[in-house]
């Protein structure tokens, strides 16, 4: 079944840092990418949506230059935390939506998530 | 007012009752309705969808009421592994087919 692989778990670096997360489709392609942010008792916050080729749309409030966000392909996409700090300490994850077939309905795949904890 | 709203509970539950909440949303153009499951920590699972007439699967029921904008989920015979917390979750298409996600209803199953 489709399944989407993200790593790492679990970051832990210093403050100033950069630290990228990759979410990878196996099994289908991921026409688009949803990138999730969750602080502790919290709902998923929507940060970006992506579609491979095309830059990424950002919700409003999120930096788009502090998140980069790379779909350079059907199986891959990236956000990458640049300048790392305390307050962006989260569990970020993605979730992919397929081209076709039975994962191009609504029902979105989600990744493992990565808990990130900047010091 | 938030787009998707649940009450966060926490539910405690004895073993084998059931338990019932619901979830209220404000965009009537919303059309597609799912209910999540997220243990802590980890990434969310579909456990259902929820249709127009309401449906079932094994032991949980969805309901969905378009007039009050809302929809309910009910847990029959609860396990202690139902333990959890359930995300509401709307689709509406005319928001760019995005999922909004309520901040969900903590779950307590006790023997």
């Known amino acids: 079944g489709a399944v989407v692989s993200q790593h790492p778990s679990r970051v832990i670096c210093k403050s100033g840092t950069s630290v990228k997360i990759e979410c990878r489709s196996l099994d289908f392609q991921a026409t688009t990418m949803f990138w999730y942010r969750q602080f502790p008792k919290q709902s998923l916050m929507l940060m970006a949506t992506s579609n491979e080729g095309s830059k990424a749309t950002y919700e409003q409030g999120v930096e788009k230059d502090k998140f980069l966000i790379n779909h350079a392909s059907l199986t891959l996409s990236t956000l990458t935390v640049t300048s790392a700090h305390p307050e962006d300490s989260s569990f970020y994850i993605c979730s992919a939506r397929g081209l076709s077939g039975a994962q191009a309905n609504e029902k979105l795949f989600f990744g493992s998530g990565t808990q990130l904890s900047v010091l | 007012r938030k787009e998707v709203e649940q009450d966060p509970g926490p539910f405690n539950v004895p073993e084998g009752a059931t338990v019932a909440f619901n979830c209220t949303y404000s965009n009537s153009a919303s059309q597609s309705f799912f209910w999540y499951r997220q243990d802590c920590r980890k990434e969310p699972k579909l456990l259902m969808s929820?249709?127009?007439s309401g449906n079932e699967d094994g032991r949980f029921t969805a309901q969905l009421n378009r007039a009050s904008q809302y929809i309910s989920l009910l847990i029959r015979d609860s396990k202690l592994s139902d333990s959890a917390t359930y995300l509401c979750v709307v689709n509406a298409k005319a928001a760019g087919n995005k999922l909004t996600f309520g901040g969900g209803t903590r779950v307590l199953v006790k023997p």
């Open positions: 929820v249709y127009s």
